[in-house]
């Protein structure tokens, strides 16, 4: 669904990305962990097309996207939640669902969505009419995911759904991560909580100082001492 | 004993804030406006004489153009202090189309027709094709606000204003009789004789009430209708987070243009009423600085995004230094001082991003 080739990305003189290659298939949720300015974040942000690559290729399904502007790559089913959520403070909750459904035009389908995600967040649907800047940091982080699933995802890119929030809200977020791609969407999750992507993910990336140490089955990399190690802070 | 039963959570029909919906919700606001247009222009000279009449066709304006320029700086989230330029492009083109098309109509430069005549009806065209000119301006102006942020972008602004302020004074003498503007050359009419730095004098005075607060009308429910459809939450999508916007597939580029392009619509429109009000000669100066900034005051005073708390600070901003003439050399101090109370105070305007009834509505539930 998702193959990157060879893509290098810089800030300025600086190399974030030196060559990465990856694929994400139909139904898969994969992962892509690795400590701080591994280069997860650049990834992702070049897939959207916020940042634009030196060089690489990126094709979604099968048509080459690199070095398009952002919000024709989300008109196309590629959904990015960036770190730090990004929700509307000054907007309602509603406001903001609505927003996620903006390029689209089907109404029954947009309903169905909005049913959907606040099914799948019962949390959002208390909140409809509050100002989003008011929701707590877990509530936004819902959020974030509920409006991205309202611009019907075929590929959903999570950011770091993890940053700041307690443990027990991780799982929950975790879990509907995993509800949402056996609904069958296609998930890509940037995780610095490197157990809690593994124990959620089909396959995984490791990232380091912008290339691709390791990557395979989670299970296995779980498992793997060299992960063990550097990740999940076993002895 | 009566049990007491928890109050039941506020129906989702209750707490939905009120929104025009359907084709009626759309006329009907610009009905109703329209009526009180028609009783403000047949009953206020009347009660409070020419003077007060004056000051309130003032007001309509500042809210045409407090109102506009609030898409951009209060929804949008861009910053721009050019807005008197819009409303000078405007009006100039306003005034070019009664002044001298007058004369190739009717043969006169002077006022044609009577209340709803051809003359006004000459005057209301010509502000709307203002309007549509300095939207132009809007466009190309709005183009670098793709690539520049706050500072830099407000730099822009301020200097479309400036730049046009001074390319007005280089224009030349108004032709003032009919044998003048026959005898008129090519080179005369390019650039337009406009009048230079003494100002466009002998503009037909059309302006009054009536059209003054029908363009107030279409210009506030324009505003509300945009605030609250999907275009509208887009461009404040723009302001709140840019990324977020884009991953909403929101294009934001196309937002912050269409911003400039429709208030700068509004703001020419606003130039054409002020061009043709009576006791007023426009000129180059308007165009500048001081003009657009008082705007600016206005938006922030009232909130961002805050349509009536924009209308609100426009009708008490310039009522007040009317109101205290006396003191009119002061007028900057309290301005300055007023901000900067309001800085420390209420930093988000009187009214936030809300409007008015919000509070009230808070209250009463």
């Known amino acids: 669904m998702l193959s990157i080739n060879d893509l290098s990305v810089s800030y300025g003189s600086i190399q974030a990305l030196r060559g990465i290659s990856l694929h994400v298939e139909a139904g898969e949720i994969v992962t892509l962990i690795g400590g701080n300015g591994a280069g997860k974040s650049t990834t992702l942000r070049t897939v959207s097309g916020l940042l634009s690559p030196r060089s690489g290729q990126i094709q979604f399904e099968g048509q080459a996207i690199q070095g398009q502007p952002p919000h024709l790559i989300a008109q196309r089913g590629l959904v990015h939640v960036p770190e730090g959520r990004g929700i509307f403070a000054n907007l309602t909750v509603e406001e903001n669902l609505q927003l996620g459904a903006y390029f689209r035009h089907d109404k029954a389908g947009i309903r169905t969505d909005r049913e959907r995600a606040l099914t799948l967040f019962p949390r959002v649907r208390e909140r409809l009419q509050q100002q989003a800047g008011t929701l707590s940091g877990g509530e936004q982080q819902m959020l974030a995911i509920a409006r991205a699933l309202l611009s019907r995802p075929k590929l959903l890119m999570l950011d770091e759904p993890s940053l700041g929030l307690a443990p027990q809200i991780v799982q929950t977020i975790f879990q509907v991560i995993r509800e949402i791609n056996q609904e069958g969407t296609t998930i890509l999750l940037v995780e610095q909580n490197a157990s ?21 089955d989670a299970k296995a990399l779980a498992a793997s001492d060299d992960v063990r190690k550097a990740y999940l802070g076993a002895h | 004993m009566s049990v007491s039963h928890p109050m039941p959570a506020a129906s989702p029909i209750a707490a939905t804030p ?64 050019g807005h008197a330029g819009f409303m000078t492009v405007g009006g100039y083109t306003a005034g070019l189309i009664t002044y001298y098309g007058s004369y190739f109509i009717w043969g006169t430069l002077g006022k044609h027709g009577v209340f709803l005549g051809t003359g006004e009806w000459l005057f209301a065209a010509s502000c709307i094709v203002g309007g549509l000119v300095a939207a132009g301006a809007g466009y190309i102006v709005g183009l670098p606000s793709l690539r520049l942020r706050g500072d830099y972008l407000a730099i822009v602004t301020l200097g479309f204003g400036e730049i046009l302020r001074v390319v007005l004074q280089q224009t030349g003498k108004v032709l003032d009789d009919g044998a003048a503007i026959r005898a008129a050359g090519w080179s005369q009419w390019l650039p337009p004789p406009v009048g230079g730095a003494i100002g466009f004098d002998g503009i037909p005075k059309y302006t009054n009430l009536f059209w003054v607060y029908t363009f107030v009308t279409i210009t506030v429910v324009v505003a509300y209708r945009l605030k609250h459809s999907s275009l509208g939450r887009a461009m404040i999508s723009v302001r709140e987070d840019e990324i977020a916007a884009q991953a909403m597939g929101v294009n934001i580029a196309r937002q912050k243009v269409l911003a400039f392009v429709m208030a700068a619509f509004f703001a020419g429109v606003a130039g054409g009423l002020f061009a043709h009000e009576r006791g007023v000669i426009i000129s180059p100066k308007d165009a500048g ?13 009232g909130g961002r995004g805050s349509i009536s708390g924009v209308t609100l600070a426009a009708i008490i901003l310039t009522a007040l230094p009317e109101l205290l003439r006396d003191f009119e050399q002061y007028r900057l101090i309290v301005f300055a001082l007023l901000l900067i109370v309001m800085m420390i105070v209420r930093p988000q305007g009187l009214f936030g991003i809300h409007e008015i009834w919000h509070f009230w509505r808070r209250r009463s539930r």
């Open chain 1, 196 to 216: 809690m992507a593994l124990q959620v993910a089909h396959r995984a990336y490791v990232l380091e100082v912008g290339c691709i140490q390791m990557e395979g």
């Open chain 2, 18 to 81: 009120f929104r025009p919906t359907g084709p009626l919700m759309g006329v009907l606001p610009l009905a109703i406006g329209i009526v009180v247009a028609v009783l403000l222009h047949v009953i206020l000279p009347g009660f409070v004489g020419p003077y007060y009449s004056r000051i309130v066709i003032d007001i309509g304006i500042a809210i045409i153009l407090a109102v506009s320029l609030n898409i951009v700086n209060g929804m949008t989230g861009q910053f721009s202090i």
């Open chain 2, 289 to 301: 600085f001081q003009r657009s900034f008082d705007y600016v005051i206005m938006t922030v005073l």
